[in-house]
């Protein structure tokens, strides 16, 4: 696979052998966003420079964005991914996802903590999926490069896609999301065939106003 700070597709924090994937396209106010979320000072010093890094990386690197695209059709993920996944691998994935669908993120490494890597995925399912959410669905990687359906989640998104991001670090996978009234940040581990959540934190959506 190329280094990630060259893919058209943007990555966000890479953590020994995971990876992280999107296409954002930010807005002013986000952009606005972050910065104001600098410097709200009652959150987990350490969670706040983990979401700051994550977040502030789609800012940076969509700067080297070649496509203006929040998604990328299933035959694109699969030629960028080819050089990380066997085409055994791929080929399982695809069977276990629906056909007509366009990927927006993802997240690859092991979840699961049997040491073969993992893979999360969230994509808009043509004629499906509902307005304005992506489904997510998670996936246990086998020796024999075949995967496993665990669950799927569909989140909301309210301004851009990317508010459903993924991170694959330290044998658990982070997920970020939002509602009306809180940002989550869930971590999640597969255990015994179910996604379970290890470590859940929300933060109110008034510090994007924190500052004013």
């Known amino acids: 696979m190329r280094e990630w700070l060259n893919r058209s597709v943007s990555k966000t924090v890479v953590a020994e052998n995971a990876t992280v994937g999107s296409n954002p396209t930010l807005s002013a106010d986000f952009k606005s966003f972050l910065e104001k979320f600098s410097n709200f000072n009652y959150i987990n010093i350490m969670t706040k420079i983990f979401l700051l890094t994550a977040l502030f990386s ?19 993920f699969m030629g960028m991914m080819s050089e990380t996944m066997t085409e055994d691998q791929l080929d399982q994935l695809s069977f276990r996802l629906p056909w007509d669908i366009r990927v927006v993120g993802y997240g690859y490494g092991d979840f699961s903590g049997d040491g073969i890597n993992d893979i999360v995925l969230s994509i ?36 851009l896609t990317l508010e459903v991001a993924f991170l694959v670090k330290e044998g658990k996978c982070y997920v970020t999301s939002r509602d009306d009234n809180y940002w989550y940040f869930a971590g999640y581990e597969i255990k015994e065939d179910r996604l379970v959540d290890t470590d859940v934190e929300k933060f109110p959506i008034e510090f994007e106003n924190a500052g004013n």
């Open 124 to 159: 808009i399912e043509k004629d499906k999926t509902a307005k304005k959410s992506v489904d997510v669905y998670f996936f246990e990687g086998h020796e024999n490069s075949s995967f496993k359906r665990i669950t799927k989640k569909n989140y909301k998104w309210y301004e």
């Open 58 to 76: 789609f800012f940076i690197l969509s700067n080297n964005t070649v496509k203006a695209q929040d998604d990328m059709d299933f035959e694109e």
